[in-house]
């Protein structure tokens, strides 16, 4: 089970500096147990800091965030948080990867090593287990964070941009993995992505945010049915209705940081 709510969330940087800026403002909305949530935004809107907050790396400024009623105060191994970049460490294999936080809780040898080669069988790097990350493309390192987070028993896995990096066939592909893994384990997913088509293949709601300072605009259910046709009427017709409610927010966006440039220069 893994029930995100978010009550209020303000998240001022820099607080107090001339430097402050408000990037989140009273932000609240819940993600029920075994939902699969995407928020999309304009560039700057707060997405990563809304995700660093639920995973408990940042603070907010004010508000509370709940995961299963508990406020969240610190990062935990049952909130697990995935990046555009993957995030192993090189200097081990791919089964010592993922079996790594297990050691920080105490399991011993055998079992760290039965529970991480199962989570990789999972995730269809069964015969990779030896091999260190860069000897694995882009698509199968984050399928490794995948399996480490699974693996670490996280019940609330947060995704911020992870296919970002990938090219544009096996982003489909580890799209399509994701909904597996996530259909096959019933995890709760909040995915942050830039991408309108991504949004609407995987989300059974998408979360809108306004340009900065984020305010949640609106809060979509996706009914259709998977997998999704992205080349269906009904795939169409949201795929517009997202554009449609994206577009001033992107404008607005754009101006400010335009107007932030302009100050800039005549400040020097
Ligand atoms: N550690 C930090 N210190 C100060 N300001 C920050 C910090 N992290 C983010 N910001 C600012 O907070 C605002 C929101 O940033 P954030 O990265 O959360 O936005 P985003 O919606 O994820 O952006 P993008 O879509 O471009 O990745 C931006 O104006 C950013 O400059």
Redesign the pocket.
Known sequence: MGEIVCQHISKA??MGTADE?L?LDNISFSVNSGEFVVII??????????LSMIAGLEKPTSGTILHNGEPIKAPQSDRSLIFQQPSLLPWLSLIDNVAFGLTLKGMNKKERYQRAQHFLSEVGLRNFANKYPHQLSGGMQQRACIARALCLGADIILMD?PFAALDVQTRYNMQKFLLDIWEGTNKTVIF?T?HIDEAVFLADRVII?TA?P?RVLESVKINMPRPRDVISAEFERHRAMFIEHLRSEVTKAFAEQELAEMLDTRIK
Not at 41 to 49: M, N
């Open positions: 940087w820099g800026l990037a935004g304009p560039s700057g809107c707060g997405k990563s800091t809304l941009e942050v830039h945010l900065r984020g």
